[in-house]
């Protein structure tokens, strides 16, 4: 008599599983991310032939009980390019204070360039050297909600080479 409980809560499990498994099983993490999120997956299409290095599902520790975000990293922790995306009206990365570069438009959306530098006189010239980021905010699309995006490095990559990447990214929903 024991055994059959034990019989129908596996049998519910496994079909709940089976009626689930599609939506989490594409193969593709960013897909995979859009089924869990109320905003919108951006996923890059041009990574500068730099190998993903890390693909992370982060807790929004800012304001708990929120989405979660992603944090994708390319290339190396010595040279590589971060992306992070996360839900617009709360922004789980914090903010960065960055030199304004001034704006760019990124697939139609105005973004804002900053360059990681101690002085006021630092020039974009200067960007692969100091390292920087693209920042803008992808306007919801019903059901989702915007998402704040930024794109990041700590140098060696021109403010072109950022931009690139920045506009090769798209909405795994369209």
Not at 55 to 64: D, N, Q, T, V
Not at 80 to 104: K, S, W
Request: proline share 6%; charged share 15%; aromatic share 10%.
């Amino acid at each position: 008599m024991k055994k059959f409980p034990l019989v129908v809560v596996l049998t519910i499990a496994a079909l709940f599983l089976v009626n689930s498994a599609p939506a989490m099983a594409s193969g593709d993490k960013y897909q995979n991310l859009q089924t869990v999120v109320k905003f919108r997956i951006l996923k890059p299409a041009n990574t500068l032939g730099l190998k993903p290095l890390n693909f992370e599902i982060r807790p929004c520790r800012l304001f708990p009980k929120k989405d979660k975000y992603l944090l994708a990293g390319f290339g190396s922790t010595d040279m590589g390019i971060a992306l992070v995306e996360t839900a617009a009206t709360f922004n789980c990365t914090g903010v960065d204070h960055p030199q304004p570069l001034g704006t760019t438009k990124i697939n139609g959306v105005t973004a804002k360039i900053g360059i990681y530098c101690g002085t006021s006189t630092c020039t974009a010239a200067s960007f692969a050297q100091h390292g920087g980021e693209i920042t803008f905010t992808l306007p919801a699309k019903k059901p989702y909600g915007a998402t704040y995006v930024r794109i990041g490095t700590q140098g060696g990559f021109s403010l072109k080479q950022l931009t690139a990447f920045a506009t090769s990214l798209k909405p795994i929903i369209k």
